[in-house]
């Protein structure tokens, strides 16, 4: 999975992900936090779609062609493989929660930012298959910033980067 780099301003590590269309979540207790999994889960679910051929319900030429077997199966298969995550019903709220929906093509991260002066959850989304992502406040819904996948590969950018654009915008 991922890089190693942890925040420096969130401890809690643990996270889940949620498969739009699969009954169960997936929990992990260590790697939850966006700077390890974020990166990951995106290019798992680009996987997931590329190879059931799921990605191509957004091509105007092939409509009406459905994958032999959904990229949410192929996702979840590989959330079974890796020994990080569990499968459970989830009955905590965790500072790090993904969703991945692939029919509407989206991936939703609600997470804790954390910055010197205070602590705000926040929403970060995209489309799977596109490459700019926006940062939501969550109780206001208003957008705090744009962002490219280019500095969302960059170490530490949920810890350190991601709070200081929210806050100084």
Known sequence: MGNNNRSNFNTDTAGVVEIANIRRAFYTPTYGTPDLLFSWLLNSAR???????????????????????????????????????????????YDHHYKLDFIAG??????????????????FEGRI??????????????????ISEEEIQKPNFFGLELPFLCFHT
């Open 106 to 123: 989206t991936i939703q991260l609600r997470t804790q930012l954390y910055a010197v002066a205070q602590k705000s959850a926040s929403f």
């Open 129 to 146: 298959l596109e490459s700019t992502f926006v940062a939501r406040h969550a109780v206001t819904d208003r957008v705090l910033v744009q």
């Open 47 to 93: 996987d997931a779609l590329e190879f059931t051929g799921g990605g191509q319900h957004q091509k105007k030429e092939t409509v009406g062609h459905k994958p032999s077997h959904p990229p949410e199966m192929y996702m979840a298969g590989l959330l079974l493989c890796d020994e990080n995550f569990i499968p459970a019903a989830v009955l905590k709220t």
